[in-house]
């Protein structure tokens, strides 16, 4: 089996929120969900008993944010751009308040506003085997309203860094983080070439119905792998 490494640069970081296997921190709404609307078989199945679902949000890994963080839009002046303020009530020496990226490096309107951009960092080296990479993304199904990080593809098999610095947006005026939350899910893969191929088969659409019929939860009976992340 594959190691991936998560190296932490501060003890109480690592003691009090540690990384985790993404099955150890699911959404709680989703923990709660019943795999049915109704009675099981005689009604419409959940969004539980969708395997792709599953296998995205109980994928990789967890990092939690491990520090309190309160964040205020701080317009600058003159510009139209929207800034931003961040304090650290309880104290933090690995990252500036006001650490980010201005507009103009990425001049794209979020929710119709020119922003400037926050950065998270974290305490965090992440180690995978050769030829292996990490995809980094806020955790979809939390539906964070507050915050995204932005998507990003991180080579942390040959990347030496003692700390983990991703980028995102504020959606949210104002807003406080607390440690623990969940801020991003690492997901590891093997990097492979890859060439497209365009085909038309129109039989499929015959099969694939017909399927869809006969089969109750057939992906999961018949196409489902399972993937393990210890």
């Not at 005689?42 to 944010?65: H, L």
């Not at 931003?84 to 933090?92: A, K, N, Q, T």
């Not at 995809?135 to 030496?160: G, N, Q, V, W």
Request: proline share 10%; with cysteine.
């Amino acid at each position: 089996m594959n190691k991936i490494k998560f190296i932490c640069g501060d003890s109480a970081v690592a003691e009090h929120f540690p990384i985790v296997p993404a099955s150890k921190m699911r959404p709680e709404w989703y923990s709660k969900l019943r795999p049915w609307v109704g009675e099981p078989h005689q009604s419409y199945p959940t969004i539980k008993k969708c395997m792709p679902v599953n296998d995205f949000i109980q994928g990789g890994y967890i990092v939690p944010n491990p520090v309190e963080q309160q964040f205020n839009i701080a317009p600058r002046p003159d510009t139209g751009v929207q800034g931003f303020s961040r304090e650290y009530p309880g104290g933090w020496t690995i990252q500036a308040p006001q650490e980010g990226h201005e507009h103009e490096q990425c001049p794209v309107q979020v929710n119709g506003a020119k922003r400037d951009y926050i950065t998270f960092s974290v305490p965090w080296r992440i180690e995978t085997p050769p030829g292996y990479s990490c995809l980094i993304m806020s955790p979809f199904y939390f539906f964070e309203e507050r915050f995204k990080l932005f998507p990003a593809i991180i080579d942390t098999d040959t990347i030496d860094v003692s700390w983990n610095n991703w980028p995102g947006v504020m959606l949210k005026s104002q807003f406080t983080l607390a440690p623990g939350e969940p801020l991003a899910q690492v997901i590891p893969f093997k990097r492979e070439d890859w060439e497209m191929e365009l085909e038309v088969n129109e039989d499929q659409i015959k099969r694939d119905t017909a399927l869809k019929f006969f089969l109750t939860n057939a992906y999961a009976r018949i196409f489902h792998r399972k993937k393990k992340y210890k």
